[in-house]
């Protein structure tokens, strides 16, 4: 936590996911008004504008698998600046629904079907280096890249889950472990 500004710095991104999670999040509705109170959010989709991830994040809730070159850059990032990890929701848990695509092998069918099979006469794949992220040959969960702190299953995690998971971390705590609705190791 920043010593000076008391407040913990709480980020939130989503990689390979469909955004479920982030509107779970939302669905904290008026207690949202409470993490204001604890938590500056100093990356987000849903509430930031800011576009490179900073230093010194206290904690971070990591939406959705590792898919392509991006996601992977990012996850990188996102661990070597945050204090707490947290693998949000089964894209990021277990790859879940974006590791469908890995039964097929690696993703050079994968961008034919999209691309090729399914476009019109003038579909091409994609060849524009930096215009679409390059995909991984697997989707991966994230903890097998990163080191994780804490894992909160579900697709996505209901609200209440989020709460427990992270009411305690904006008070400097530790959240406590009810059964499965989380993980820690
Ligand atoms: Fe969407 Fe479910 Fe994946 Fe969350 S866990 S990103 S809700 S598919």
Not at 12 to 22: D, E, K, P, R, Y
Request: with cysteine; aromatic share 8%; proline share 8%.
């Amino acid at each position: 936590m920043d010593t000076v500004n008391k407040k913990v710095k709480l980020a939130t991104i989503w990689l390979a996911g469909c955004s479920g999670c982030h509107m779970s999040f939302l669905d904290l509705d008026e207690w949202l008004f409470e993490v204001a109170k604890f938590a500056d959010i100093v990356y987000s989709p849903v509430g930031s504008d800011i576009k490179d991830y900073p230093e010194n994040v206290d904690v971070c809730l990591v939406e959705g698998a590792v898919a392509n070159e991006e996601n992977l850059e990012l996850l990188y990032k996102v661990r070597q600046r945050t204090k707490f990890v947290i693998s949000f929701g089964d894209c990021a848990v277990t790859a879940n629904v974006p590791a469908m695509r890995n039964m097929l092998g690696s993703s050079e069918p994968v961008l034919k079907r999209c691309y090729l099979e399914l476009g019109d006469q003038t579909a091409q794949l994609p060849h524009e280096p930096g215009i679409v992220p390059e995909l991984l040959d697997r989707v991966r969960p994230i903890h097998e890249l990163v080191d994780i702190d804490l894992f909160i299953p579900g697709c996505p995690p209901s609200a209440p889950r989020i709460q427990a998971a992270i009411e305690p971390l904006l008070k400097g705590e530790q959240p406590v472990m009810e059964g499965r609705s989380m993980i820690k190791f």
